[in-house]
């Protein structure tokens, strides 16, 4: 079993709906949660970081976490063609060091 | 401020060289982590460096290693290149080690004939 799962889509919504991207991860060891987008042939980037249970907004993002469940999600409202993306699931264990495990990422395509 | 800057951009090699990648991280970050991607295999972590030294390393065998100095830029090293080698080599920098929050470089597109 992979550490961190994602379904590797496409996910195709349309242009103003809300997205829904979800990951699950085995170990219950994991301290921290982590969203990144990356655009075809570019190299990820930071758009979201969940530390506790519960919900955290930025701007149309919304990280939801449940460690009960090992469930991390990214909503995204209102999604725009340049929201189209591969989207990447990652948690760290903490401690003294940055490592981040990976899920393979779920691909979103919003059509205009 | 400029961004992590990886060297070379593209790279084509043939099984059995080796390879040296380079990575600057954002000015003032002190830690540097490299990562292997595949479009099987996704993201994988292969080391992480802090102050010249080796904090962490993935499950990758002895052919990958890599190195800091003291200004922080740091190299990774591949010998005896395999076909399966083939991938996006990413290098991420952080203020500090346990700053979880990873700036990434363009990478180094690997390709070994």
């Known amino acids: 079993q992979k550490e961190v799962e994602q379904n590797s889509g496409p996910l195709s919504v349309p242009e103003g709906a809300i997205a829904s991207l979800n990951c699950t991860y085995s170990?219950?060891?994991?301290?921290?949660f982590f969203w990144y987008r990356q655009y075809s042939g570019k190299s990820p980037e930071l758009i979201m970081s969940i530390y506790s249970n519960g919900d955290k907004e930025d701007g149309r993002f919304t990280a939801q976490l449940n460690k009960a469940s090992q469930y991390v999600s990214l909503l995204i409202r209102d999604s725009q063609p340049s929201d189209s993306a591969t989207y990447l699931c990652a948690l760290s264990f903490g401690g003294a060091t940055n490592k981040l495990i990976f899920g393979t990422g779920t691909l979103l395509a919003v059509q205009p | 401020k400029a961004g992590v800057t990886q060297t070379p951009r593209y790279l084509i090699k043939t099984r059995g060289q080796q390879v040296t990648l380079s990575c600057s991280p954002i000015s003032g970050h002190r830690s540097v982590s490299w990562y292997q991607q595949t479009p099987g295999q996704g993201l994988q972590f292969l080391f992480e460096y802090f102050s010249e030294t080796q904090r962490n390393k993935g499950n990758f065998p002895g052919r990958f290693s890599g190195r800091q100095f003291s200004n922080s830029r740091s190299e990774m090293n591949v010998s005896t290149l395999e076909l399966g080698d083939s991938a996006l080599y990413l290098c991420?920098?952080?203020?500090?080690?346990?700053?979880?929050?990873?700036?990434f470089g363009s990478g180094t597109q690997l390709s070994v004939l």
């Open positions: 170990d219950r060891g994991s301290q921290s």
């Open positions: 991420a920098s952080s203020l500090e080690v346990e700053d979880e929050k990873l700036f």
